[in-house]
């Protein structure tokens, strides 16, 4: 019964590759995010979907690249790895951002993303 | 730009012992909610509780308590009676209303020990 779950949950690739993050979530909710946490534990927000639209974009480098197929999957796309794209990213749920409150947000296991 | 600081980087608590992890934001916004999230060393990110900007009243669940002073615009998560499996990292975060987007603080490592 895993709310939000992610896939892979680890991931070892080599720079210049170019590799995808999955996340589907079974909560019914209409907005999702993808945060990062890097080495330092610092977790930042890098996009959110609500009904498949996108709706935050945070000076992520065009490398990213969110894809929505549906409002209960949010993939995440990365190409040409950097090493400084080691971190873990979580995948988070809410169930709206209509503007009318303030909603908990689901989170993901996490990916480790190493990149070599 | 809105910031939220915890200021303990970590804590050290004996089981049992009350513990209080500090948290302050700084915004001007009047319709907010603040988060605690902790993430043990697994790795996942669990919500404890929750505080909106116009609650009246601390928030509690079961042995997490939000110490909300909104003058003073800190938002201590209290942890009484304090055990093992609490030693963890704990996050404080705050959103604007409508916004959704979570910006987090620093983070404080919580260490129980026995």
């Known amino acids: 019964d895993t709310a939000v779950s992610q896939t892979p949950k680890y991931l070892v690739t080599q720079m210049g590759n170019d590799k995808s993050i999955k996340c589907e979530q079974n909560?019914?909710?209409?907005?999702m995010y993808w945060y990062k946490q890097d080495s330092k534990k610092f977790l930042k927000i890098m996009f959110s979907y609500n009904n498949k639209e996108l709706i935050i974009n945070e000076t992520v480098p065009n490398r990213f690249s969110p894809k929505s197929p549906d409002k209960a999957h949010l993939n995440l796309h990365i190409n040409s790895l950097e090493l400084g794209d080691s971190a873990v990213y979580f995948c988070?749920?809410?169930?709206?951002?209509?503007?009318?409150?303030?909603?908990?947000?689901?989170f993901g296991p996490g990916t480790r993303l190493t990149v070599t | 730009a809105q910031k939220i600081t915890q200021t303990q980087p970590g804590m050290f608590v004996q089981e049992k012992e009350a513990v209080t992890l500090d948290c302050t934001y700084d915004?001007?916004?009047?319709?907010?909610?603040l988060f605690w999230y902790k993430q043990p060393s697994s790795g996942e990110m669990i919500f404890l509780i929750y505080?909106?900007?116009?609650?009246?009243q601390n928030a509690t669940e079961g042995r997490y308590s939000l110490n909300f002073q909104k003058a003073r615009k800190s938002a201590n998560l209290v942890i009484s009676a304090s055990q093992l499996g609490d030693s963890a990292m704990y996050f404080c975060a705050w959103v604007i209303q409508g916004a959704q987007k979570l910006v987090f603080g620093q983070g404080t490592r919580l260490t129980i020990n026995p």
């Open positions: 915004t001007s916004d009047q319709s907010y909610g």
């Open positions: 909560l019914g909710h209409d907005t």
């Open positions: 505080q909106g900007s116009y609650d009246e």
């Open positions: 988070a749920s809410s169930p709206t951002s209509s503007g009318t409150g303030v909603y908990e947000q689901y």
